[in-house]
């Protein structure tokens, strides 16, 4: 079976750009949630869908968004880049949810805001 | 939510039996220990997760008090790939929803 997948995997951005990200998960799974890892704050939750549906959120500022499609593939956006959001952002699938199911991590994708 | 605390790092050496303990004080009803780990630029990979007492799976062993404040992961007889960063969670459920809460997280350098 395949694992969750992510792309890209690098990206170079400037400020007040916005950047989507995209996160295909494990076949079968219905759960995605997105995380932001930097070295001063560690992994901190953002959100996670289930079903088509946000059901949970972290504390970040309204700029970071997400969706999620039918297939349960996401997309994450972030919009106005600053350059605190230079992290990796990793994505996980799981089948019921974050909490009640293990969650599978993908690869991550490495944002650099210049 | 409740907040975990572990050490920032340890060593070992191969073979020998590494032990990481975390403690969780503010541990709810409904929540259980989860333990991941993450190797350089890749995401984490869940070892074990518990309720209470202890479990043990082919990679590893977790040990709760009754108490529920704190827990120890238990590595057997690691190698040179166990060199990573493991995280403890306390995963709160609540209704539907959930969240996963990870705290620093315990650097472990296994030498030769």
């Known amino acids: 079976k395949a694992g969750v997948t992510q792309t890209p995997r690098y990206l170079i951005k400037t400020r007040g750009q916005q950047v989507t990200l995209s996160c295909s998960p494990i076949?079968?799974?219905?759960?995605v949630s997105w995380y932001q890892q930097t070295p001063g704050q560690g992994l901190q939750f953002l959100f996670e869908y289930f079903s088509e549906t946000q059901r949970n959120k972290g504390n970040f500022p309204g700029r970071f968004s997400g969706r999620q499609f039918s297939n349960s593939r996401s997309e994450m956006n972030v919009s106005t880049l600053e350059l605190g959001d230079s992290a990796l952002y990793l994505c996980?699938?799981?089948?019921?949810?974050?909490?009640?199911?293990?969650?599978?991590f993908g690869p991550g994708t490495r944002l650099t805001v210049l | 939510l409740a907040k975990t605390t572990q050490p920032i790092s340890m060593d070992s050496y191969e073979g020998q039996e590494v032990n990481i303990t975390c403690s969780h004080n503010?541990?709810?009803?409904?929540?259980?220990i989860t333990w991941y780990q993450q190797f350089p630029s890749q995401g984490p990979r869940f070892i074990i997760q518990?309720?209470?007492t202890k479990v043990t799976n082919e990679v590893a062993s977790l040990f709760i008090p009754a108490d529920r404040k704190s827990s120890t992961l238990s590595l057997p007889r690691v190698s040179l790939s166990d060199t990573a960063v493991y995280y403890c969670?306390?995963?709160?459920?609540?209704?539907?929803?959930?969240?996963?809460?990870f705290g620093k997280g315990t650097k472990l350098s296994v030498k030769p």
């Open positions: 518990g309720y209470k």
């Open positions: 969670l306390v995963v709160s459920v609540g209704g539907s929803q959930g969240n996963l809460i």
């Open positions: 076949s079968g799974h219905r759960s």
């Open positions: 503010n541990i709810a009803t409904n929540d259980y």
């Open positions: 996980a699938s799981s089948l019921v949810g974050v909490g009640s199911d293990t969650q599978y």
